[in-house]
């Protein structure tokens, strides 16, 4: 509810009866909580399609680093270090992301 609801309910609640003023509030209090709960899924779809891109591109990682080390046999430790480093940002994203 902002100021010129406020405002607005303040200023008709004089001339409403309460049972009237209580309908008012609960159609403002209404009409806010649906607008936060639309803005609540979209951010949820936001980050469900963020995570989901996420866990493309770690997929697509771990099928180069596996094919790395099928073509050489081993990995490099600059790769070795890279990768797993990779894995602990991403591991804390998703955890981070799970809290949404």
Do not use: Y
């Amino acid at each position: 509810m902002d100021g010129q609801d406020s405002h607005l309910l303040a200023t008709t609640t004089l001339s409403m009866t309460s049972m009237e003023a209580r309908e008012r509030l609960h159609a403002i209090m209404t009409s806010d909580m649906a607008e936060v709960i639309e803005q609540i899924g979209q951010t949820l779809e936001a980050c469900n399609l963020k995570k989901a891109r996420l866990l493309q591109r770690l997929d697509e990682v771990s099928r180069a680093v596996e094919a790395v080390r099928n073509e050489c046999g081993c990995i490099d430790t600059n790769i070795a270090s890279k990768v797993l480093n990779l894995n602990k940002i991403a591991t804390q994203i998703v955890q981070q992301m799970a809290l949404v």
